[in-house]
């Protein structure tokens, strides 16, 4: 599979073999808005065993109350680790409400979120959690 993405409104995903989607947010996310996202991150999912998510925050704006109880149909999506980048103070609060509220709604509780300076550490990030993962997965 080659890298895809897809947009809607000023939001994207990127899809990036093995098993990254990179999100990038841009101003207010819609219900609609977060159901596109979470479908095209679910399939990807779906297809590879887990995703790892790679939020794109710099540009975030609001997450209106649908949106936010949209997040719960993520819930049964294998995400394996979040890792966002760029939040201001307000995104970081708005982003861990989110991720806390998808948290509440999951059986799997090992997606780790964390909130990183940049796009480069949240990628060194992911790499590091995948080979804790994989390493793991081959002890077992």
């Known amino acids: 599979m080659k890298v895809q993405r897809l947009t809607m409104g000023g939001h994207s995903v990127t899809l990036e073999p093995p098993d990254i989607s990179r999100v990038v947010l841009r101003g207010d996310i819609s219900a609609m808005e977060m159901l596109s996202v979470l479908g095209i991150v679910r399939a ?33 999506i294998p995400i394996r680790g979040t890792a966002i980048y760029g939040a201001s103070f307000q995104s970081r609060i708005l ?7 998808l948290q509440l709604f999951t059986t799997q509780h090992d997606n780790p979120v964390v909130f990183l300076p940049d796009e480069e550490s949240a990628f060194g990030w992911v790499t590091q959690r995948r080979a804790s993962l994989d390493a793991m997965a081959v002890a077992s």
């Open 95 to 101: 982003c861990t409400l989110v991720m806390g509220a």
């Open 44 to 76: 990807f999912a779906e297809e590879r065993g887990r995703v790892f998510l790679l939020i794109d925050a710099r540009g975030l704006g609001g997450i209106p109350v649908d949106a936010r109880k949209a997040i719960c149909e993520g819930a049964s």
